[in-house]
């Protein structure tokens, strides 16, 4: 569980590291987002005149609820000590109840920013979640389970093999990974600039502790989304619960080698496009949702598609 | 047990004709609520024995129809839905003495309440269809009493008129669909309609009936429309019950004749009935995240969450036509279980606009604001009740929809081609109400509670009295117990289900750590206590991690709001702005949702304008279209009430011959 906090800055790390080099900068050190998170912890927080205690709760609640998700998603191994506490379904509730709260937190404060990036994240999540949904259910429908250990493992055997609805499950995930993890094309995590900003907007007031509270949290999401895509599409590698300490290792090396991949991707991916407009934004993600349903539907009429 | 029910059910009666002996007014109204309160305990003790194992019991009245007597019986269906009421009932009462303290006209209200209580109650006791009619449209009548009790306002008078012409369509059309299943003899009890056999045509002909009869009361669409102007239209705390419980009991006579009367359906009408529930889901939450009234949205996402039930309900009879009874099962559990959260958060949330309204006066959320720091009792309370609503872990709303979601998994076994393509497709419905909820909450609790204070009576909001929060406090309890220990439910909620398809889930309290299995162990798993504790420690943790390794340091300084925020309250994002997003995406074409920009052009002093519009296609194109065909034809007959005598004699003679004539013929 540790390991994933430790690792989830590292991450940003490398897909800064990645942007900077596609557009000839020379970019800061990957290590740069764990100093960032030292120095605001070491900051005070400012709090605005009328924050109420659901603004100071709300970090450590997002940051938890976050973490018990990403802690539930198999990394190396499968069959995890927990694991199955929550299915894949309960994994994305909990990431809806980490939003809920963060869009509750960017309402408290009564900032026409915070109430800009509340709104348009609860708009983009109402299209996102079902498409998360869907391709839940044809994974599901695959592995015939929602439990993501299970999962791991019914897709590492060699009869799964190529199916047209797990090819459409794919694309939609990795759409709404980029949507919920508010990356270009629909967010930027760049820029403070109210047009382009949705997951900024809501978070502005935060500072000191807090801010490096949800920063952590971001970071863990798309660790999250980057396992959960790996653990699923990608099984290559990843250690059975019953396997030696030698396939263990493997399995670690195998997953850091798969999240150095999405880095070096999402890098390249978000270099390559431009930003959306905000309402391009649900059309971006109906393509998401209309994939879901057709590989679910693909796989209600026949089980071998 | 039986007894002791219905005994608590004639003394709710009584206890209202006391009120009326009394006067009904501000005096006794906190001792007939506080007395209403005790005789829930009698339905509600009842109910748990029979779900702890006593046998059905059966009682004979001997009022209502000569010679036959009024049939009463308590089974484990009936037991699941009496505790319900007993819980709603008991907690709206206990609410209502301190709410009652600020009504305006009590004798309005008092003398009808206990009695409301009381006639839903014989609702589900009753084991025959007349006194099933009898209870039902008494419980509808003086519900249609409580929501007339601030008469003089216009739109009270409108909404209570339409109600009562709704409630009178749907126990027209129970009337019928009991009707057909008494069949020609006329053996209206029950158990005699239990084990007559009819066909096909005539089981479906009775299940539109009654859907069309229940749904109307629980606000299926399209026969909504009244819900979302009755329910806020009364007293809050009669508001917590219409939404809260008096649906469920439509809930339970859709359950008991779909279930249980009307013997085997045809596999076909479930797709019908699946994608009505999905789609009133999301017909219903998008209304929510539009309305700006706080009980009003609330009133929509009733209809969103009947919805949901009434879609697995759907789901169950298409496993159950198909013989698949462990799904079914599956599907009917999920249905009992959020009809039973759906009780206890919807009570939550309108007790607590109840409180605001109270507080403030108000219940537009453009005038609200800041309460978080008025009100914080009941603002923990109502968050507790959002959070539930909007189907997040570890909360009880989430649990039932877990188990809904799990149900749907099970359905590509299902055999017939057309259910496989439906059930996908309201699968996707119910994803996307789910996060349409989220929103329409989000926005309900930041607008009006969180923020700054947009009105006077906001800003000078006070807490309210102790019975209020008493009543809240208990069912937010319930939504966290509920959430958490929904292994508990799930084993009550057994026998109910094992009467009606035959197949119960496993044992879920007998499971490590109270896990919920409802198939199988490598299928899916959800652990709410686990999950609910690794939260807390993980959040806890982390907490004393940053203040301790990290900085402690804190202080206040004005918002940044990226450079120069505005003073006013009015800068803020409200209800209308909120909504926008969501509004422009979805509601262009749902909701046909037009913004209009009124700029004046520089030099010109007025205001610019930005105005939306929004219809109701249901209501334009459904019921105005209606009511112009009744003032059409009311019109063509008019001419009828001015003729002479002796056209009168000619009509009754031409009538008398031709009906003789259609006797003659059929015979």
Known sequence: ???????????????????????????????????????????????????????????????????????????????????????LIAIVALLGSARFFLALAGMDIGTSFGGLGASREMMIASVAEPAMLLTVFSIALVAGSTQLSTVAQVMAMPEVGLRVSLGMALVALVIVAIAENARIPVDNPATHLELTMVHEAMVLEYSGRHLAMIEIAAALKLLLYVSLIACIFWPWGTAREEAGVGAMAFGALAYLAKVATAGVALGVLETAIAKMRVFRVPDFLGAALMLGLLGTLLLFVSRSL | MVELAALSALSLVMLSLGAVAWGGGARISGLVYGLSALACLGPGAAGIAILGGVPPQMLTLPVGLPWIGAHLRLDALSAVFLILIAIGGAAASVYAIGYGRHESAPERVVPFFPAFIGAMTLVVLADDAFSFLVCWEVMSLLSWALVLAHH???????????YLVMAAFGTMALLLAFG???????????????????????????????????????????????????????????????????????????????????????????PAL???????????????????????????????????????????????????????????TAALFHAFNHMTFKSLLFMGAGAVLTATGRRDLDGLGGLIHRMPVTSVLTLIGVTAISALPPLNGFASEWLLFQSILLSPGLPQLGLQIIVPAAGGLLAL?????????????????????????????????????????????????????????????????????????????????????????????????????????????????????????????????????EPSPATQYGAASFAQPIRRVLGSQILRASETV???????????????????????????????????????????QFLTIRVYLSLVMGSLVGLLLAVALWH
């Open chain 2, 274 to 332: 699946l994608m009505l529930g999905a789609s009133t889901a999301v017909l219903g939450i998008l209304n929510a995240m539009m309305a700006d009234d706080m009980k009003r949205l609330l009133a929509y996402s009733t209809i969103e969450n009947i919805g949901v039930i009434f879609a697995a309900l759907g789901l169950a009879l298409a496993f159950r036509a198909n013989g698949m009874t462990a799904p079914a099962a599956l599907a009917l």
């Open chain 2, 598 to 640: 009124d700029m004046p052009p520089p030099g010109d002093p007025r205001p610019a304008r930005h105005r939306v519009t929004m219809h109701d296609v249901i209501w334009e194109r459904l019921y105005l279209s209606v009511a112009r065909g009744v003032v059409y034809v009311s019109a063509r007959l008019n001419g009828l």
């Open chain 2, 433 to 565: 109400a789910a996060a349409l909820a989220a929103a329409a909450f989000v926005r309900l609790y930041g607008v009006g509670f969180l923020g700054r204070s947009r009105s006077d009576a906001a800003r000078d909001a006070r807490e309210v009295d102790r019975c209020m929060l008493v009543a809240m406090t208990g069912l937010g309890s319930l939504c966290v117990l509920a959430g958490i220990v929904p292994a508990f439910v799930l084993d009550a909620l057994a026998p109910a289900v094992d009467q009606l398809t035959a197949n119960r889930l496993p044992q879920q309290m007998a499971e490590p750590w109270l896990t919920l299995i409802p198939v199988a162990e490598a299928r899916s798993t959800y652990n709410p206590l686990l999950v609910f504790a690794f939260i807390a420690i993980a959040a806890s943790a982390s907490a004393l991690a940053m203040h301790r390794f990290g900085s402690r340091a804190l202080r206040r300084g004005p918002a940044w709001d990226c450079g120069f925020p």
């Open chain 2, 180 to 270: 057909l299943l008494a069949g020609g003899n006329g053996a209206y009890a029950f158990s005699a309609i239990r084990t007559a056999s009819r066909p096909d045509s005539v089981a479906v002909a009775v299940l539109a009936l009654v859907l069309v009869g229940a749904g109307s009361k629980a606000g299926l669409a399209p026969l909504h429309v009244w819900l979302p102007q009755a329910h806020p239209a009364a007293p809050s705390h009669v508001s917590a019950l219409m939404s809260g419980v008096m649906t469920k009991v439509a809930v339970y006579a859709f359950i008991r004749v779909a279930f249980d009367l009307v013997g085997p359906l045809p596999w076909w009408i479930s």
């Open chain 2, 152 to 162: 003089r306002a216009p739109e009270v008078r409108s909404a209570a008129y339409l």
């Open chain 1, 1 to 87: 569980m540790l390991l994933v906090v430790a690792l989830a800055p590292g991450l940003i790390g490398l897909v800064r590291k990645v942007k900077a080099r596609l557009t000839r900068r020379r970019g800061a050190p990957i290590l740069q987002p764990y100093r960032d998170i030292a120095r605001l912890m070491r900051k005070e927080a400012v709090l605005a005149e009328n924050a109420s205690w659901l603004f100071r709760a709300t970090p450590y609640l997002v940051f938890a609820a976050t973490w018990v998700a990403a802690a539930l998603v198999p990394t190396f191994a499968t069959g995890l000590q927990f694991s199955w506490t929550a299915d």
